[in-house]
């Protein structure tokens, strides 16, 4: 279903897009005024007209002094003011669920433009989650962020209030996976610029290397998704693309070739599932979108700096061009003696320090460690202290058997 969806509003963009592209006007703000119209229909038929939700343009406020610059592009709920004798308005942040940003070029000014201006978003909710007024705020179902830290970490999530069990590093991670919730989604929209994907990736990496260490560039800093043309930065947040750390690292921020529609669709229509505890019409697509490696993060806390440890992750442009921008998925395929793990794991959890479980995990392979990690890295399963536990919010474990292992 979503798949479909996202074909026919990508075959609509295009269409409208020659028709803009065309148009005989050189008059910058109006030409602005056109793609920013075009993005906001497309957002419009992207949300269930039920939730009563708006599309506005305007500024977002921490509900005291923090105001952000202009934006494009905003999905609300709730109710904003209206700036006298114009069209935009100003948003509380706790009511924003979307920004976006539009370009009709998308080259290097404009994406660092596009980056900072939406930084301000989350500058302005950190001001209100951490020194705004809380009044009548309803409960928050922070089950999500939990799965999603232990997925990428391997690490069964504690209790937020107890989170300061957790190292140092992993506390960095666990709370900007929260963060990731609780912001509103952004994007920048570009619907030109650069022509391929590894420009895209070395124009936001060149930004990158120009600003040097400091604040303001963590993983919570950049937006969740930058679309140029046909090409895409994502950020692998967990809502709803992740990545299983490796060698300590994470990958936050992958590329892709893939219809870019889609990962609108799905960034959006996954906030709106967690906001409004709604299920959207995803169908049963079984297309993955194509992923490719881009920056890595590591935490570091030392005496002098502490923060995130960046690390881009080059490919060449004709390694990018020869992947495949989707696959069909699969199922995880496991040996015989993983498949006794996950099937034992489907009802209850394993102490790993259990005299039965070291004894067939040094007999499957050379030591604990070496037999748990390629579970860990499954992003299936996490360690609880030593208790193994499930990730997943649902998991079937079987044995296939094929025509020849029948015959036999």
Known sequence: MIKTVAEMLQGFIQEETKKLDSYAIKHGPTIGDMYEGLSAELLNRS???????????????????????????????????????????????????????????????D??????????????????????????NSPIDLSSSYRIFSQITGIAAPNYHDRKKLSKENELIYTTVFMEQLTPLRIVLGYHGYSTEHGLR????????????????????????IVCGGNSLVKANGRPYSTPMRDGYWDFMCSSRANPIIFILEMIWTKLELEFNIRMPWGDDIEIEGLNEFLRVKPVFGEEESGWEM?????????????ATSSDWEPLEVTSSQYVIFSRLTNEDIDITETGFVEFAE????????????????????????LLRLTTESL??????????ADE
């Open 47 to 109: 949300i269930p007209a039920q939730l009563d939700l708006r599309i506005v343009s305007g500024f977002v406020t921490d509900g005291d002094k923090h105001v952000s610059g202009q934006m494009d592009c905003m999905l609300v709920q709730g109710d904003g003011e209206k700036i006298p004798y114009t069209d935009a308005y100003k948003w509380h942040v706790r009511d924003v669920l979307a920004v976006l940003e539009i370009k009709k070029s998308l080259y290097s000014k």
């Open 111 to 136: 994406l660092v433009d596009s980056f900072l201006k939406l930084r301000q978003v989350t500058e302005s909710y950190s001001k209100y989650l951490f020194e705004g007024k809380h009044e009548n």
């Open 202 to 225: 070395e124009g936001l990496v060149k930004f990158l290397e120009e600003q040097g260490s400091g604040p303001g560039f963590g993983v919570s800093e950049f937006p969740q998704l």
């Open 311 to 323: 690390r881009y992750e080059e490919v060449s442009p004709k390694t990018l061009e020869a992947r």
């Open 363 to 386: 007999k499957e392979g050379s030591s604990v460690e070496e037999f748990l990690r390629p579970l860990i890295a499954s992003g299936h399963v996490a360690l609880d202290g030593s």
């Open 396 to 405: 079937i474990a079987c044995l296939l058997y094929t025509s020849d292992a």
